[in-house]
């Protein structure tokens, strides 16, 4: 009798198909619609969805693992895996009416509908930083029209779902979610997406011109004021999933270096560069990095898996952490490795784009540090 894979095999082994195109989807920048149908597939996509919306109910530890290797084949494909885990976790036990709670999740489920929350406008920034968006929803008399800008929208060309930060065009506006199907008349996506790394999110701007969209389909609007900071439990997940992407990208240049250790055999050597005690060490330090960032993201996992989760300021520092070392760890591969290091016919320079990214995600270094020390003060 076969055994049935454990779910990090399982991700391993799609990761290992990711891995082969992932040079392709990065030199292309397309969104990787092949890779998304093998994740539903191998029954990935709906993984934190509860088992009573269809999912697989999975917690923050097991989405992690898959993250994580699923990162390691190709990263911009598990950046998007992470906006459908946290959405497809958070939503039953948020405020949107239920029937449509039902059915995103079993639109995950049953289709391998993607969905992600777009929040980011050219004027606005990010909205962790504060201010109203520009994007406005207008009251007509069968439900909302809906226009306005988003930039950095993360896997806008594979969404089922988007669910749009904006602002109501009453008097006194409420702010908050507006849930819309991708494929709604008025939208329409202008491919501006051309980074340095994480090149197959293919995070376009998405344009709103007057979408139509039903009443209850405003599924979380507020006044201004009653938006804080991220819960914990979403802080934390956000964190740990981010952490893991970024750490899986250091390990996949680790898995490479240690291969180019074994089979570069310079002349004056006349042995692998492996056997070099310098060399030996300065691995070492890529490993004192990747265990230091296992061990944080394990520990913080299990807390939230245990209803313990992470203070939000304490997730930020983790995340914060994590990345830095990934980036710390990818570094240093290619100090090892000189011109072998920056080929573009080695991956090692691709793993150097992609993790540098890791430092774009909100809260930015300077909001979590600044946070931090005020709390600190007792500011």
């Known amino acids: 009798m076969t055994r049935a894979l454990t779910l990090g095999e399982t991700a391993r082994t799609v990761a ?42 999975a917690g923050l530890g097991d989405a992690a693992t898959v993250i994580g290797e699923i990162a390691k084949g190709e990263p911009s494909t598990a950046l998007i895996l992470i906006m459908q885990y946290i959405n497809l976790a958070t939503l039953p036990g948020g405020r949107w009416p239920e029937h449509l709670v039902r059915r995103v999740l079993a639109d995950a489920a049953q289709r391998g509908a993607l969905i992600n929350a777009l929040r980011v406008e050219p004027e606005l920034g990010t909205p962790i930083r504060g201010g109203l968006p520009a994007t406005t929803a207008r009251r007509t008399e069968e439900g909302w029209s809906l226009s306005g800008r988003k930039i950095y929208s993360t896997g806008i060309a594979g969404l089922t779902w988007c669910i749009v930060w904006g602002r109501t065009d009453e008097e006194s506006p409420r702010v908050g979610a507006f849930l819309v199907p991708a494929n709604a008349d008025g939208i329409r996506i202008e491919e501006t997406w051309n980074p340095l790394g994480m090149r197959a999110t293919a995070s376009h701007d998405a344009i709103f011109q007057d979408v139509r969209i039903p009443f209850d389909h405003a599924v979380d609007i ?6 804080k900071d991220r819960e914990a439990g979403q802080a934390v997940w956000m964190a740990v999933l981010l952490g893991s992407l970024y750490d899986g990208v250091a390990r996949a240049a680790r898995d490479w270096l240690v291969q180019f ?14 056997t070099v005690p310098r060399i030996q060490q300065a691995l070492g330090e890529i490993e004192e990095l990747l265990a230091a960032n296992a061990r944080l993201l394990r520990s913080a996992a299990r807390d939230a898996d245990t209803g313990e989760a992470p203070s939000s300021p304490e997730s930020n520092l983790l995340k ?26 080695n991956p090692l320079e691709r793993h150097y784009r992609n993790v540098l990214c890791g430092r774009i995600h909100s809260p930015q270094e300077d909001t979590v540090r600044i946070a931090a020390g005020r709390a600190a003060l007792g500011n």
Do not use: C, M
Not at 36 to 46: M, P
Not at 261 to 274: E, I, S, T, V
Not at 320 to 342: C, D, F, M, Q, Y
């Open 261 to 274: 250790l074994h089979d570069r055999k310079p002349a004056n050597l006349g042995a692998a560069l492996a």
């Open 320 to 345: 914060l952490t994590v990345t830095e070392n990934a980036i710390s760890a990818v570094e240093k591969a290619l100090r090892l490795t000189g011109n072998h290091g920056i080929s573009r016919n």
């Open 16 to 57: 290992a198909e990711f891995a082969v195109t992932a040079s392709l989807d990065d030199e292309s920048g397309a969104f990787p619609h092949e890779n998304f149908r093998k994740l539903q597939e191998y029954g990935l996509l709906a993984l934190t969805s509860p088992v009573t919306y269809g999912g697989r109910g």
């Open 222 to 227: 507020r006044p201004p004021e009653q938006w």
